[in-house]
């Protein structure tokens, strides 16, 4: 049947609309590849992923930066990974009715928290109370930005699992019920394994929103430009290459050997964004191809 002219317009502009993200994260890297590669020209390749960045006097090595943020990222994926999941259970699995229609919303709700009063909430609580318990010279530390990280994430985490879990047919709870499964056992060899595709994806969501914070990130963990060493690596200050952008980039001049490498900050941590999304869609259509091959 011939589609009308009206449902012709709605198609187009549906498929303009999918189109127009592809179209706007090439723009994106593009501007990025424009502004960032006079860097690689300008800037020697062993002082680019050196040691020390310092651009007061031409020192722009990236390996402080890059290692703060992965560090930084970590911290917050093992503090939000278990306490996300067990939280999405618990609302989608045990707790009654009347209590999910209370926690869902409040989780939702904070997701909403702006970046900024999250730092502040660290300076004044968090940095402080770290800096007594464990007897460190400074709470701002990549710690106290790994325990905000995590909080920051805890929500998309909380929510985009849950929702994988409750579209779990009730048929494969009342079926392990039915062959004398606990209702832990149930749970855990039934249920999580069947939304497994769901969680991972709120993981990989949740790590994504934790590299691009900013804010939280360049007030609560230090903002020291140097190498992690050692094993008190979450208890030194750090910095990430976000919060390096956000704090340097209002005072460079436009055009400069700075503000290029920059830029290039931006197209490494663009490529460490898409490493991570990329990798994740792997993982979950070959974990997708797997359960239709279990299936049938």
Do not use: C
């Amino acid at each position: 049947m011939a589609l009308s002219l009206r449902e012709r317009l709605i198609t187009g502009l549906i498929k303009a609309s999918g189109y127009s993200a592809i179209v706007f994260v090439l723009l994106i890297f593009y501007f990025l590849l424009q502004e960032g590669t006079p860097a690689l020209s300008q800037v020697p390749l062993g002082t680019l992923f050196s040691g020390r960045w310092y651009p007061i006097e031409d020192y722009f090595g990236l390996l402080p930066l890059i290692s703060g943020s992965l560090v930084v990222t970590i911290g917050a994926g093992l503090v939000a990974f278990p306490l996300g999941l067990g939280t999405a259970i618990y609302i989608a699995e045990i707790a009654p009715r009347w209590m999910r229609e209370i926690l869902k919303p409040l989780v939702e709700l904070l997701a909403g928290l702006p970046s900024v009063m999250l730092g502040f909430l660290g300076i004044i609580v968090f940095s402080p109370f770290l800096r007594s318990w464990l007897d460190i010279p400074t709470g701002l530390s990549a710690l106290t930005a790994s325990l905000l990280l995590g909080f920051i994430s805890l929500p998309t985490i909380v929510s985009v699992a849950e929702d994988a879990l409750d579209a779990v047919p009730k048929a494969y709870r009342d079926a392990a019920l039915a062959i004398g499964a606990t209702e832990w056992q149930t749970i855990w060899r039934v249920t999580v394994p069947a939304a497994r595709t769901g969680i991972l994806t709120a993981m990989m969501l949740g790590l994504g929103r934790a590299i691009g914070e900013t804010m939280t990130v360049m007030m609560v963990a230090g903002n020291a430009p140097v190498l992690p060493r050692g094993l008190d690596i979450f208890l030194s200050p750090v910095r990430t290459m976000t919060a390096t952008i956000a704090a340097e980039m209002g005072e460079v001049a436009n055009g400069s050997t700075h503000y290029h490498v920059l830029f290039f900050v931006g197209i490494v941590l663009f490529l460490i964004s898409l490493s991570v999304n990329v990798t994740a869609s792997i993982i979950i259509f070959r974990q997708g191809k797997r359960a239709e091959r279990m299936l049938s």
